[in-house]
């Protein structure tokens, strides 16, 4: 059942690089680390900074104002245990990318895995 499930686009648009996606909730961002797929608020919660400019290295993100880092793989855990970084569930389903924006749902897409 897919309810609560928003679709963000083909799975095949999404490459490793940091892609924008507008939903109901704002602007999400989503990358893709291997087959695994993540979805994350575009904005640090430090400062607010605009992670559209974020550093990607492996599956962590930094923020372009004051350096902090996320590990997308942990959930957004802030790496030195700061604020996490506001992540959403993601899942596959007849080749579509779909997030969902309940922060209780912990799912990670798989690519591949339709």
């Known amino acids: 059942m897919m309810t609560n499930w928003i679709p963000l ?7 490793d690089g940091v892609q924008r996606r ?4 704002g602007l999400i961002l ?9 979805a994350f608020d ?3 919660p430090h400062s607010g900074g605009d992670l559209r400019q974020c550093e990607k290295e492996g599956s962590t993100i930094s ?7 996320f590990d997308l793989s942990r959930r957004g855990y802030e790496t030195h245990g700061f604020r996490g970084l506001r992540t959403y569930a993601t899942r596959i389903s ?3 990318l779909f997030i969902n924006l309940d ?5 990670v897409a798989t690519i591949g895995s339709d």
Do not use: I, N
């Not at 989503?30 to 993540?38: E, I, K, S």
């Not at 923020?63 to 880092?69: D, F, S, Y």
């Open 9 to 15: 686009g083909k799975q095949s648009e999404f490459s």
């Open 22 to 25: 507008a939903t109901t909730a």
């Open 30 to 38: 989503v990358t893709r680390l291997g087959d695994q797929v993540y």
């Open 42 to 44: 575009a904005s640090c």
């Open 63 to 69: 923020c372009p104002l004051h350096g902090w880092t």
């Open 94 to 96: 007849d080749g579509m």
């Open 103 to 107: 922060p209780t749902v912990d799912e």
